[in-house]
Structure formats: C-alpha cells, structure tokens
C-alpha cells in the first residue's frame, strides 16, 4: 500500500483548505485510514481516523466541529476538509493506513504513511 498526499498550503486563520490521499492497492476497503500531524517541536498526533467499516470516524478533540474526513473506497482517495482554521493547526499533516482487523487500533496501527504536506496558517 502506498499513500500520497496533496493538497497543503498557506491560509489565513479562519480559512479552509483540504487534504487529500491517493491510495494504491485493491484492498483499500480492509484498511482504516488516518490523518496525523507535526507541529514544529512537537510530537506527531492522530487527528483524525475513518475505519473500514461501518463509518466509524475519530477526530480528535481540537478539531471537532472544524475538520471532516471523508473516504471514498471505489476511488482509493481520502480527504480532510478543515475549515475555521487557526494557527495551531499549522504543522505537516500524513495520511497513514492500516489493516483494520475489527479490534481497536491505536496510532501504531497505522503502518503506511504517505510523505507529509504542509499546512501554514497566518494569524
């Protein structure tokens, strides 16, 4: 499985953008599929999380209400849509994946990772 983001860039506090993940492979459906990132001189974070099945979703508490991640297994892509950005988003966001086998899955669960892209936003 290989991941690919796209989709960083600048924006000012309140703005939007989105993320997006190509996926490769023909099993992307038994995978869950993750968002992370990286603010500077910080430790890398799940932010959010979309499971194989069921729909099931996380998102970690700072982005709530802000930041919706969608999959889409017929085209193996995965978006995050964040709007009313603030500057403590700004950071490298991964996409990640990992074979959902139905039990919890932790931040270790995640084992593919695309390369970063980075999200900058201004005051």
């Known amino acids: 499985v290989q991941l690919q983001a796209s989709g960083g860039g600048l924006v000012q506090a309140g703005g939007s953008l989105g993320l997006s993940c190509a996926v490769s492979g023909r099993t992307f459906g038994m995978y869950a599929v993750a968002w992370f990132r990286q603010a500077p001189g910080k430790e890398r974070e799940l932010v959010a999380a979309?499971?194989?099945?069921?729909?099931?979703?996380y998102y970690t508490a700072s982005v709530k209400g802000r930041f919706i991640m969608s999959r889409d297994n017929a085209k193996n892509t995965v978006t995050l849509q964040m709007d009313s950005l603030k500057p403590e988003d700004t950071a490298v966001y991964y996409c990640?994946?990992?074979?959902?086998?139905?039990?919890?899955?932790?931040?270790?669960?995640?084992?593919?990772w695309g390369q970063g892209t980075l999200v900058t936003v201004s005051s």
């Open positions: 979309f499971r194989s099945s069921a729909g099931s979703q």
């Open positions: 990640a994946a990992g074979l959902d086998f139905g039990a919890t899955m932790t931040p270790s669960s995640y084992v593919h």
